[in-house]
């Protein structure tokens, strides 16, 4: 039977904590693949130069970087838009290996698979992803209104509601868009406010 090849970014296997959102803090692996068909106005990613892995190369990886992890340790399939394949065989295996597996998606495609964690951050309105563990909202992302974007979330199948401000090209976070995301909060007590801690932490 043929092997999936799965297209990975540059240093896209990694270990390290989750500065976003409700796992905030947790440690976990990092997968990263590459290639995203949302197409959002000025990305500069390029998608072009990606590692092609076998599955069994990828878990091989995650062993070789922490030899005696937790029994229970985390895995983020990220990208990039990870829902663009297949991930029912990565996440069988896995959790097959006693990893906990989340998928962080924009909702553009649907996602049934059995993930101990669903995070969906929309990048317009629109998405078809209406359920989750938490959706993630991102003040000024591609221009969308966080107005409407809340209208749709809080019409989805949510556990946890955050808004996030947008961060700035040298990595810091935008004073403007935080003071947006305060005051939309104001006016919701169940939504809570999420920052990319990770980057305050100086990890990846």
Known sequence: MKKEIYSIAPNGIFWSIQGEGHLRGVQMFFIRFSGCSV??????????????????????????????????????????????????????????????????????????????????????????QKFGHEIKIIDSLNGADLEELSREADQADFFFRYVQPVTLPDGSECPESLSRCMEFLKERPDWALSRQDHRVWGVA
């Open 39 to 128: 197409g959002c106005p000025g990305c500069d990613t390029d998608y072009s130069v990606a590692e092609k892995l076998k599955l069994d190369e990828i878990l091989a990886r995650l062993e070789r970087m922490l030899p005696d992890r937790p029994r229970e340790c985390w895995v983020w399939l990220t990208g990039g838009e990870p829902a663009d394949r297949d991930l029912t065989p990565v996440i069988l295996r896995l959790k097959r290996a006693g990893y906990s597996v989340a998928i962080a998606t924009s909702g553009v495609h649907r996602i049934s698979d059995p993930v101990d964690w669903l995070s969906v951050s929309p990048h317009s309105t629109g998405f078809v």
